[in-house]
């Protein structure tokens, strides 16, 4: 791909401006229309050291309005990013809807210079490429335009600039010993990028390769492609707004494999139960247990996330409740997930919740998780069949990530059947000091309880991957539900350290 490029293309001064003149006004007037439409833009400049990224972003941004964009100079990790999934740097700086976020160097670091100083592995390089495809795939899904452009020079021309860089005190700066080594590497080090762009040259994500010897070329160049993209982007949200297309025909639950046909509510034994006595007896033990672990955890830099979800007053707060209390405050956070806010609801579904995740060494208890896009926001028409349908792959994806990353991921399920429900209901509604606690909200959601547990249903079968897998705690008595928590959460725990 890249030998075969032409990097001989010089554009002269006068024709650059005459081209400039009418290229910047018409990029300053699509950025004002994917403000007013909210279409995020991500522009990712990657290339070859003394490419030209700064430079080619200077020449960007001039036809831009500064207050809708921001740039990020993506440089090595630095210590409090390295104890988060590599791709969690990138995910919290996403574009809200209708901004520009332009990139200099991107998440392709890690399979680039990181690769090339041998840095990651093997087995970690196959889960980088998963990763950022994975982010890119989910991203553009959700109406991010993702414009990524490459710019190519040649060793001959990368020599020359770097002499020139160095051969000045106020510029030697600017040329590192990575950018020396990958130079006198020139061709092994283009493998690497060859390699890459062949990787992650998709229909959703495609690369722009921009010849970059000529300065002027380049800059007219990387207008014109950003245009383009933005243009098409445009048309096409015009065209979906002014005639809506009709929902597509998803399969219910019903019509899928057979495999989905089974209830694994339905299977749950709710008759499971302590006494008072054997509860406070295996509770004490096990929060010993949890109360050292916690700190082995912190001392090893394993992270946990844990998320629960359930019925209303199915016990997650007292699951939780119980989990916690010998652990140290400081190395935990728990999470309550409310209805997004509106910035939430201007980023992608997955952004506040990847904001939130534990660094490493930490504790991260989701109490309501990511999986309301399949169950609330499903049920409710809050997305579109398409969102939440593809949502199982996108939430599996992330878990991925965390786990890829060191994490232990355990997601847990609260079950109780609807007269047990009925009965802690009526109990809040007559406890003064409880009743905050019920809202008309909850009672209108028993009314579509069925919709719910085929909802669940398929989310867990969908979701309870080996890596994080979903765990039914049986609910209706308390004390069993919040021991079988504990239980689960010390074993993983504890079969993890046997390992580390």
């Known amino acids: 791909m890249l030998e075969k490029l032409d990097l001989t293309k010089r554009l002269g001064k006068a024709e650059y401006k005459k081209k400039m003149k009418k290229l910047e006004p018409k990029l300053g007037r699509l950025q004002r229309e994917c403000r007013e439409l909210g ?4 522009i990712a400049f990657e290339g070859y050291g003394a490419s030209g990224k700064g430079v080619q972003i200077g020449e960007l941004i001039r036809a831009l309005d500064p207050r809708g ?38 998440w392709y670091r890690r399979v680039l210079i990181d690769r090339f100083d041998k840095k990651v592995n093997k087995s970690g390089l196959s889960d980088a490429y998963r990763s950022i495809c994975s982010f890119e795939e989910q991203l553009t899904a959700g109406g991010m335009v993702m414009i990524k452009i490459f710019l190519a020079i040649d060793k001959k021309e990368q020599k020359k600039r770097f ?20 130079h006198k590497n020139f061709d092994k080090y283009e493998k690497l990028n060859e390699e890459m762009l062949t990787r992650t040259d998709t229909d959703y994500a495609p690369w722009n390769i921009v010849e970059a010897v ?48 089974e209830s694994i509510l339905s299977k749950t034994d709710l008759s499971r139960s302590y006494t008072k006595e054997e509860y406070k007896k295996k509770l004490g033990r096990l929060q010993k247990k949890m109360e050292k672990l916690h700190g082995e955890l912190y001392r090893r830099r394993i992270p946990v996330v844990l998320g629960f979800e359930g019925w209303d007053a ?49 504790v991260t208890i989701f109490d309501r998780t990511w999986y309301g896009r399949v169950m609330v926001e499903r049920i409710e028409g809050f997305c579109t069949k398409q969102e939440w349908q593809r949502a199982y792959k996108e939430m599996n994806d992330m878990e991925k990530d965390l786990t890829d990353a060191g994490a232990i991921v355990l997601k847990f399920w609260m079950q109780i059947d609807k007269q047990e ?17 019920i809202t008309d909200e909850d009672w209108r959601n028993r009314e579509k309880w069925d919709q719910y547990e085929e909802a669940v249903d398929e989310m867990l079968i969908r979701t309870s991957t080996p890596n994080a897998p979903w765990i039914v705690v049986e ?24 390992k580390a």
């Open 163 to 182: 002499e020139r860089l160095l051969a000045s005190a106020e510029t030697a700066w600017r040329v590192s010993e990575g950018d020396l080594k990958r």
């Open 314 to 362: 199915g016990g997650k707060g007292g699951a939780i409740k119980r989990l916690t209390e010998r652990m140290d405050p400081r190395g935990y956070v728990v999470h309550p997930t409310a209805s997004p806010n509106d910035m939430e609801k201007a980023h992608h579904y997955l952004w506040r919740f990847w904001a939130d995740m534990p660094k490493a060494g930490h």
């Open 421 to 437: 429900q009925a009965r802690r209901f009526q109990a809040r509604q007559e406890n003064p000091e409880k009743q905050w606690k």
């Open 475 to 498: 609910g209706n008595n308390k004390y069993y539900a919040r021991i079988k928590v504990l239980e689960t959460v010390v074993k993983a725990i504890e079969e993890r350290l046997g």
């Open 69 to 106: 964009f921001e740039v990020y100079a993506v440089k090595n990790e630095t210590e409090e990013e390295k104890m988060y999934p590599f791709m969690w740097r990138f995910w919290t700086k996403l574009p809200a809807d209708g901004r520009i976020g332009i990139y200099d160097s991107s």
């Open 39 to 42: 279409i995020p833009v991500m």
């Open 214 to 261: 000529d300065r002027r070329f380049a800059a007219v160049k990387v207008y014109e492609i950003v245009i383009q993209i933005l243009e098409e982007k445009l048309r096409e949200v015009k065209k979906q707004r002014k005639a809506p297309q009709e929902a597509e025909h998803m399969p219910s639950l019903s019509a899928q494999n057979d495999r989905l046909k």
